[in-house]
């Protein structure tokens, strides 16, 4: 199992400075000892970008991926189809809750995320497209159309999770794995201020993971699931 996320990084481009995606990748193998993988550093995440991150890794030996857990980004999953064809792509429920509340006042917030709460933790496709179906009826759902569009668009990325155990579900349900710790690398960066280049920036995030030790510790959920 692969997860994907990531990290905005300031780095330095000429006589600016600007914010750039760090992504990074944990592995977590089948005892749920999770492994960083590789970061990228990247301009513009396209469908070329994906394509020689799925071959970087698959040359360095990644093999036999069963789960590729990310925020639904442009390009990937054609790519990682194509590296690793018996694989599955799938999207990060917490990132696709995150979306359809991005339109959302404060004080709804609680009501749409209670409804959607019935789509992802539906026993199978149908009860989860019935529970979408009512949101977009109901009050909520029409005052706020574009959050049930952004499960709508997800829907092929999404609908993969319903069928696993709920074990599995939970594993799947976040990209945890990798964002916790990115929340520690973030509070390390936070006083650097800015990196002179991309490479500056690869190399210092390296050694902070290397000093990260919750980086290296078993997972305690993965491993419960693979059973």
């Known amino acids: 199992m692969i997860f994907l ?6 780095i ?22 999770k492994h960083i993988l590789g970061l990228w550093i990247a301009d ?27 925020d639904g980004l442009k390009g990937l999953p054609e790519a990682v189809e194509a590296t690793w064809p018996n694989s599955m792509v799938q999207t990060c429920i917490v990132h696709l809750i995150r979306a359809a509340n991005r339109w959302v006042s404060y ?6 995320s209670r409804a959607l709460r019935e789509v992802y933790t539906a026993a199978n496709e149908d009860t989860a497209r019935a529970a979408l179906d009512a949101f977009e009826a ?20 999404f609908v993969p999770f319903l069928q696993f155990p709920p074990a ?18 973030r509070k390390a960066t936070r006083n650097r201020g800015q990196f002179p280049n991309d490479t500056a920036a690869q190399k210092t995030l390296w050694l902070m993971i290397c000093n990260i030790e919750q980086a290296c510790r078993p997972a305690g959920e993965e491993s419960k699931a693979r059973h």
């Open 138 to 157: 109901s009050e909520l759902g029409r005052k706020y159309p574009q959050s049930v569009k952004v499960w709508r668009d997800a829907w092929e990325r």
């Open 168 to 185: 599995a579900r939970r594993v799947l349900y976040t990209t945890n794995s990798i964002e916790s710790l990115n929340a520690e690398l």
């Open 5 to 10: 996320d990531a990290l905005r990084v300031k």
């Open 44 to 70: 513009n995440e396209d469908a070329a970008f994906w394509a020689s991150v799925c071959a970087d890794l698959a040359n360095r030996g990644v093999q036999d991926v069963f789960i590729v857990c990310c």
């Open 12 to 33: 330095r481009d000429g006589h600016r400075v600007v914010n750039k995606a760090c992504y990074m990748a944990v592995g977590v193998d089948m005892d749920g000892i």
């Open 107 to 112: 004080q709804d917030r609680k009501g749409v």
